[in-house]
């Protein structure tokens, strides 16, 4: 479902500065106490730019940041923030390696990919904490568990996307050339709709909610959800380039301030969320309605149920590792992740403070 592409400016107004020279420490008193001579020698400070590079085109996974943009939280932090719209030829990690931005979301296992391939990133904040990937099929062809699937036609976007879906295969002992058929899905959900394939993979925000729209009642469908089967993998991320990062620790708090604090604000106020969102589909290709259905299960990977809220943006140490084993155990890397070295929770902690 591709929404208008196109790149939002936050054009932040100046800040105050935070202390005195030397010089204005020994003036004399009079021009100390002069408001005047104050406003015409203490220039404002300048906004910092950054660029985020997002995964997809603009909708409401990405709804946090549109939030703190328009709500001036990014203005706040001193920070000019452009937020850059992605699609099927933008690869962020490319993007933010190649300094075209300096902060990126994607899934993890994209991350750790780039990673090996020596691009100087590293994830600095773990925005989903739940996969939002399922299979999902209707239940009149009797899949009410991943054993069912043996025999059956199982689709997947592939191209990065099918590495839970093999896994969830391994667990069963299924071989997906011999056992079934898995074969590529479209970015519609017209195959499933129309019986060309009996399985389909589906994000519970986006696809799963256009099998609803076509009419078909969730009672009528099974779902298989990769958390509760064991194997789901990290997804929506931000991380920053190494390099960038070293001088700008400071930069990208604020930035990670700013974005969780829109976020929440999402999560609090999903209406008031699709309507930053909906700014931006100008085209007719999404509904309002379907974008918050999309920010009401967003808000359900961000914030799971019993997730503390003070832990938003943390990168859980287990989830990191299982993602990592699961994309060594199918190819997605060649040697086993540094996973020490490819994320820090510094960044959110000096966000907290």
């Not at 739940?130 to 059956?152: C, H, M, Q, Y």
Request: glycine residues 8%.
């Amino acid at each position: 479902m591709a929404v208008m592409m196109m790149v939002i400016s936050l054009i932040a107004g100046c800040g105050g500065n935070n202390g005195n020279s030397a010089a204005e420490a020994t003036a004399a008193p009079d021009a100390a106490a002069s408001p005047a001579a104050a406003a015409t020698t203490e220039p404002a400070a300048e906004a910092v730019k950054v660029r985020l590079q997002l995964k997809w085109v603009p909708q409401a996974q990405f709804a946090g940041y549109f939030v703190a943009q328009d709500k001036g939280y990014y203005k706040e932090e001193g920070l000019e923030v452009e937020i850059l719209p992605g699609g099927p030829d933008i690869v962020p990690e490319q993007q933010v390696a190649g300094g075209s931005a300096e902060i990126g979301v994607d899934w993890v296992a994209s991350l750790l990919t780039s990673q090996e391939q020596e691009m100087p990133l590293v994830q600095i904040a773990q925005i989903y904490q739940k996969s939002g990937l399922v299979l999902v099929s209707k239940k009149e062809s009797g899949i009410s568990a991943p054993a069912d699937l043996k025999g059956k036609k199982v689709g997947n976007w592939m191209g990065g996307n099918e590495f839970e879906i093999l896994a969830l295969f391994d667990k069963y002992k299924l071989d997906s050339n011999k056992d079934l058929n898995f074969t590529k899905q479209g970015f519609t959900m017209d195959q499933f709709l129309g019986g060309d394939i009996d399985v389909a993979s589906a994000m519970t925000y986006n696809e799963y909610q256009v099998v609803l729209e076509s009419g078909i009642q969730a009672e009528d469908l099974n779902v298989i959800d990769m958390n509760a089967e064991g194997v789901a993998m990290l997804e929506d991320n931000l991380f920053a380039n190494k390099e960038w990062l070293a001088d700008n620790k400071e930069t990208a708090a604020k930035f990670v301030r700013a974005s969780l604090k829109g976020w929440k604000d999402a999560i609090a106020d999903p209406s008031a969320a699709v309507d930053s969102v909906m700014k931006l589909a100008e085209d007719g290709s999404t509904t309002a309605e379907h974008q918050l259905k999309m920010m009401e299960e967003v808000s359900k990977l961000i914030l799971p149920e019993g997730f503390d809220s003070a832990k938003m943006g943390y990168t859980d140490a287990a989830a990191f590792q299982q993602t990592a084993d699961i994309a060594l155990q199918f190819g997605v890397i060649k040697e086993a992740s540094k996973v020490d070295e490819a994320y820090t929770n510094e960044i959110v902690e000096m966000a907290a403070q």
